[in-house]
């Protein structure tokens, strides 16, 4: 690609038509610029390039009217498009070989600008794993990162609560017009304030599961390192990881249980050469060096009772379910439990009581609690 330059709109249509043309991935359309010049010299040569190849039937090329009407559509909701020719296109994210050619922007733009931090982790989270993501965006933010994230249930939602007053950036899987999960629109809506969502899929477009994949190597892109809170075995989260390896990223984990699945993949990628990860401390120690600046972190005050809770309907309508959900082998405490869930003392001391007369609850000093 060119030296960072301003499209213009009608060149912005023509890099929007090849993006979404069949068969046109990120490396492909470098390629068709490379080889032709422009996006519109390159959309003028596909029919011949696929006549040529042998294509068994006509290219599906995007036409102008549809790259009009997701253009005026996207506008309408605030979404700005930022092609990777741009100076406003994020640096790091421009650095990787299949970055976005088209960057689906809505919020406040200069977070892109930021240093920025990756957290990501389980859907089926902890209590504990949400507490310490909780308390590391807080830090991290206090310190003058944005936290990067995926808008998703558990680790994900979690990040991006803790970080909504100093910036966060969430990646979407699909287009911004089909949040996902629906829940979260208000957590989107709320960290659009001082943060962003990004995305590199159409509009309109509904996440299909591989999707997932490919936002996650934004997350890691974005970022300057990438925090794995909680994850099993096979996760999204670890490919996160793998892609941030990949991507010459640093690497960091939370030590978690050898008992508890959901730690199974943070402590393989300790044994592995993540650095590991008990405070913000640790980040912003790997970090320092490579963004070249100091980094302190700001006193903040948050009372727990501020902390927004995890709606119970993450969890299905089991109360009972999303409580045994929260615990593992980490002890936490009840209060936590119920600011988690948001159900009440009552109800959560029944729950607690279930599990203890079945054997599965083990009590600790200071009212703490944990699966035993």
Known sequence: MSEPTQLSDDDRLDWLRLIRTENVGPRTFRDLIGHFGSARAALAALPGLAQRGRSARSLRIYSRAHAEAELTAARSAGVEYVALDEPTYPMRLRMIDDAPPLLAVRGKPDVLARPLIAIVGSRNASAAGVKFSGQIARDLGAAGFVVVSGLARGIDAAAHRASVGTGTIAVLAGGHAQIYPPEHLDLLEELLVNGAAVSEMPFAREPRAHDFPRRNRIISGLSVGVIVVEAARRSGSLITARLAGEQGR???????????????????????????????????????????????????????????????????????????????????????????????????????????????????GAGLVSLA
């Open 250 to 364: 640093e690497v960091f984990a939370v030590p978690g249980s050898p008992l508890d699945p959901r730690s199974d993949g943070t402590n393989g990628l300790l044994k592995q050469g993540a650095t590991p990860v008990t405070e913000a401390a640790d980040v912003i120690a790997a970090i320092e060096p490579i963004i070249g600046q100091p980094v302190s972190i700001a006193p903040v005050y948050e009372p727990e009772s501020d902390t927004p809770a995890i709606s119970s309907s993450e969890f299905g309508e089991d109360e009972r379910g999303g409580i045994v959900a929260l615990l593992g082998p980490t002890p936490v405490s009840t209060d936590d439990l119920m600011r988690l869930t948001g159900a009440s003392p009552a109800t959560v001391r029944a729950i607690l009581l279930e599990l203890e007369i079945a054997g599965r609850l083990e009590r600790h």
